[in-house]
């Protein structure tokens, strides 16, 4: 009796021994487990951080942006006024007449035949000229501009 009792003894010490080491190596496993969630949890925070800081990059580049179009924006709306008034000044100057002047026109006429054995006013017409097709380049690369913008 005392040796079944011993058995039994020792069937239980080594049941309880069996148990003990499943738990510690199940309790080992979770150790590990958790250990690697938190250094994926860290790891992911130092992503999320970087990820913050981008965005916040990418923000200020898009406000610089903004603020450099509206800029530029504003920009070609003056230089499209002084366009439009560039023209209206070229189309004034092309519908008035040499006789429809003030009384200073005479004295500039005089001037023009005194000074033309000079050659200024060839040099008069080459710079009209050579302004008026400027104009009309200017006129015509705001107008892709314009298109470019629009599309």
């Known amino acids: 009796m005392i040796l079944q009792l011993r058995n039994r003894l020792k069937a239980t010490e080594e049941d309880q021994e069996v148990a003990l080491r499943d738990k510690n190596s199940s309790l080992e496993d979770l150790h590990r487990r958790l250990k690697q969630n938190v250094d994926c949890i860290q790891q ?9 800081k981008e965005n916040i990059r990418q923000r200020s580049l898009v406000e610089q942006e903004l603020s450099a179009r509206k800029s530029l924006q504003l920009q070609l709306e003056a230089k499209e006024q002084t366009i439009m008034g560039l023209r209206a000044q070229i189309e004034a100057r092309s519908f008035t007449s040499p006789a429809r002047d003030s009384s200073h026109v005479p004295n500039f006429d005089r001037s023009l035949r005194s000074s033309s054995r000079n050659g200024l006013t060839l040099q008069l017409q080459q710079s009209s000229s050579y302004w008026s097709d400027k104009v009309k380049d200017l006129s015509a690369q705001l107008d892709e501009s314009n298109a470019s913008i629009k599309a």
């Open 44 to 52: 992911l925070n130092h992503q999320l951080n970087n990820l913050n």
